[in-house]
């Protein structure tokens, strides 16, 4: 049973049967998790004097059996006969601070580490990614330079990602496969979309140097241009990347991502607590005759009348 708590010093209080409107979402383009539920109020009755006591800073856990939030509250709009509380996890705190570092040929696995240290935020499974970075970031957030630096692994490797938090702890993992029913549990009519309006099927690889006008590398499919017309992207590096092979390596794995039909779909499911952006899982849409594997992009979990339900963005991966 799914249980919330609140935290406020040392007093911890279940209020799972006096919440309403529980919300629990995640997101590949936002990162983190936010959650928001509401709390009935009647000024002046001793019987909802709890609510009256909630104050933004107090701290949310969600659990069921294993816990699967845990943030802060920052934001409470109080109405005549409610709470509306948004809350959000730790990631809230690498969006909100600015830092200035400088990254000598360092391992991405050991640059997030010390990014997430100089804030004070626990680490726990810190995957080994081999990518070097060497850069300087002058007034950017250390949720803007880890999310760049995942980028730079990306099209240098191909490979994705995603930073996650287990209970106050930061995990940087891989996005990983999952095995959970979906396929049987879809309700209502799912959406679907195709589309090619961000399709690139030439990738040109350049200097950021604007008095360097050389090509590095191309990687072109010829049979996407004859079908879909010249799509082509520009890409520019460092000028000191000067080992082709990593330069060639780039247009490729930018070309694999990009020269593609985007298939996306919406849909709701009956909930799972191991659902959440950045999962990848096998699913069959029956309406639509697709079975593939899907990247989750983001997930809400809801529980009206008791029950549980996940609304879900996903992209055939």
Same mark, same amino acid.
């Given at each position: 049973?799914?249980?919330?708590?609140?935290?406020?010093?040392?007093?911890?209080?279940?209020?799972?049967?006096? /919440?309403?409107?529980?919300?629990?979402?995640?997101?590949?383009?936002?990162?983190?998790?936010?959650?928001?539920?509401?709390?009935?109020?009647?000024?002046?009755?001793?019987?909802?004097?709890?609510?009256?006591?909630?104050?933004?800073?107090?701290?949310?856990?969600?659990?069921?059996?294993?816990?699967?939030?845990?943030?802060?509250?920052?934001?409470?709009?109080?109405?005549?006969?409610?709470?509306?509380?948004?809350?959000?996890?730790?990631?809230?705190?690498?969006?909100?601070?600015?830092?200035?570092?400088?990254?000598?040929?360092?391992? /991405?696995?050991?640059?997030?580490?010390?990014?997430?240290?100089?804030?004070? /935020?626990?680490?726990?499974?810190?995957? /080994?990614?081999?990518?070097?970075?060497?850069?300087?970031?002058?007034?950017?957030?250390?949720?803007?330079?880890?999310?760049?630096?995942?980028?730079? #692994?990306?099209?240098?490797?191909?490979?994705?990602?995603?930073?996650?938090?287990?209970?106050? !702890?930061?995990?940087? #993992?891989?996005?990983?496969?999952?095995?959970?029913?979906? !396929?049987?549990?879809?309700?209502?009519?799912?959406?679907? !979309?195709?589309?090619?309006?961000?399709?690139?099927?030439? #990738?040109?690889?350049?200097?950021?140097?604007?008095?360097?006008?050389?090509?590095?590398?191309?990687?072109?499919?010829?049979?996407?241009?004859?079908?879909?017309?010249?799509?082509?992207?520009?890409?520019?590096?460092?000028?000191?990347?000067?080992?082709?092979?990593?330069?060639?390596?780039?247009?490729?794995?930018?070309? %694999?991502?990009?020269?593609?039909?985007?298939?996306?779909?919406?849909?709701?499911?009956?909930?799972?607590?191991?659902?959440?952006?950045?999962?990848?899982?096998?699913?069959?849409?029956?309406?639509?005759?697709? %079975?593939?594997?899907?990247?989750?992009?983001?997930? !809400?979990?809801?529980?009206?009348?008791?029950?549980?339900?996940?609304?879900?963005?996903?992209?055939?991966?």
């Amino acid at each position: 049973m799914h249980k919330l708590k609140l935290i406020q010093g040392d007093i911890v209080t279940d209020i799972t049967n006096i /919440a309403g409107n529980i919300s629990l979402s995640t997101s590949i383009d936002t990162l983190g998790a936010s959650f928001n539920f509401s709390m009935p109020r009647n000024f002046g009755d001793s019987n909802y004097i709890l609510t009256e006591t909630i104050k933004v800073g107090d701290i949310i856990k969600f659990q069921n059996e294993r816990n699967l939030f845990t943030g802060i509250i920052v934001d409470m709009d109080t109405l005549k006969f409610s709470k509306e509380i948004k809350c959000f996890d730790f990631y809230f705190y690498l969006n909100k601070n600015k830092v200035i570092k400088q990254f000598n040929s360092l391992n /991405a696995s050991s640059c997030i580490e010390s990014l997430l240290k100089s804030i004070g /935020a626990k680490t726990g499974k810190i995957e /080994a990614i081999a990518t070097s970075i060497d850069k300087i970031y002058k007034n950017n957030t250390v949720a803007e330079i880890i999310d760049d630096i995942l980028k730079i #692994v990306n099209e240098e490797t191909g490979k994705k990602y995603i930073l996650e938090i287990e209970n106050t !702890t930061f995990n940087l #993992v891989s996005h990983k496969k999952i095995k959970v029913q979906v !396929t049987n549990n879809i309700f209502g009519m799912p959406a679907l !979309t195709e589309s090619i309006a961000d399709m690139k099927n030439i #990738v040109l690889i350049v200097s950021n140097d604007s008095e360097d006008e050389s090509i590095y590398a191309k990687a072109e499919d010829k049979e996407s241009i004859k079908k879909y017309g010249m799509l082509q992207e520009v890409i520019e590096v460092d000028p000191d990347k000067d080992d082709i092979s990593k330069v060639r390596n780039i247009a490729s794995q930018k070309l %694999k991502e990009l020269n593609k039909v985007l298939t996306t779909s919406s849909l709701d499911a009956l909930g799972n607590d191991d659902l959440r952006a950045g999962r990848l899982l096998d699913i069959e849409i029956k309406e639509f005759g697709i %079975k593939d594997e899907f990247l989750i992009k983001s997930c !809400t979990h809801t529980f009206p009348k008791g029950n549980h339900i996940c609304s879900l963005e996903l992209e055939v991966n």
